[in-house]
């Protein structure tokens, strides 16, 4: 899939992932320069640096994220609390602030103990869309104050959720298609 899908289409037709660059990296999460960011998921992609963070109440919760219909990859798929990619010159834990804010509306105010607790690298290919390459760190939360401003336009569905109890039994939530990069952290999580 091409950044201009519709061949001689105007720019105005071009997927907004085209207009942005992700940060391209080693397997060792080392910089290698800028990559745009719909030719880092597309063809044989380009590894690049992410983050899925994952958001706990009081209780043990996590705050799972159904992606929204308009998503180019896993779109309805349900995830960690919010995933992204820092933009250059910007650390995870500024980005994760950030997605929070525009995605669920939670500012920092509402937690402190943002935090990175893992890496790793995947790589999984999506239908016949694209792809992720990634050296994914997850960060962890717990929020003093679980209110909640969805944007529809990032987030379908939430859904609070006993993290143990889905770890043990991940087969009970498999009709929720969990994103591939959240089922890794999980996983690594308890290991």
Same mark, same amino acid.
Not at 73 to 84: K, N, Q, Y
Not at 168 to 174: A, G, K, S
């Given at each position: 899939?091409?950044?201009?899908?519709?061949?001689?289409?105007?720019?105005?037709?071009?997927?907004?992932?085209?207009?942005?660059?992700?940060?391209?990296?080693?397997?060792?999460?080392q910089?290698?320069?800028?990559?745009?960011?719909? /030719?880092?998921?597309t063809?044989?992609g380009v590894?690049?640096r992410?983050?899925t963070?994952?958001v706990? #109440?009081?209780?043990?919760r996590?705050?799972l994220?159904?992606?929204?219909?308009g998503k180019? %990859?896993? /779109?309805?798929?349900? /995830?960690?609390?919010?995933?992204?990619?820092?933009r250059?010159?910007?650390?995870?834990?500024e980005?994760?602030?950030?997605?929070?804010?525009?995605?669920?509306?939670?500012?920092? /105010?509402?937690y402190?103990?943002?935090?990175?607790? #893992?890496?790793?690298?995947?790589?999984?290919?999506?239908?016949n869309?694209g792809?992720?390459?990634?050296? &994914?760190?997850?960060l962890? &939360?717990?929020?003093?104050d679980?209110?909640?401003d969805?944007?529809?336009?990032e987030?379908?569905?939430? %859904?609070w959720?006993?993290?143990?109890? %889905?770890?043990?039994?991940?087969?009970?939530?498999?009709q929720?298609? %969990?994103?591939p990069?959240?089922?890794?952290?999980?996983?690594?999580?308890?290991?």
């Open positions: 899939m091409s950044a201009n899908e519709g061949g001689d289409a105007g720019a105005s037709e071009r997927h907004p992932n085209a207009e942005q660059a992700v940060i391209a990296v080693d397997g060792d999460d910089e290698q320069g800028t990559v745009n960011r719909l /030719d880092a998921h063809g044989d590894r690049h992410a983050f963070a994952l706990f #109440d009081g209780e043990g996590v705050l994220a159904q992606r929204a219909p180019r %990859l896993w /779109d309805t798929h349900w /995830d960690g609390t919010v995933a992204s990619h820092p250059p010159g910007q650390t995870q834990k980005a994760t602030r950030q997605r929070l804010v525009d995605e669920l509306g939670v500012t920092p /105010d509402q402190d103990d943002l935090r990175v607790t #893992d890496k790793f690298e995947y790589k999984r290919y999506y239908e869309a792809l992720e390459w990634e050296v &994914c760190s997850v962890q &939360c717990t929020l003093d679980v209110a909640l969805p944007d529809e336009t987030v379908a569905g939430r %859904l959720v006993d993290y143990d109890h %889905l770890h043990e039994h991940p087969e009970w939530y498999r929720l298609r %969990l994103c990069w959240f089922e890794i952290a999980m996983r690594r999580d308890f290991d």
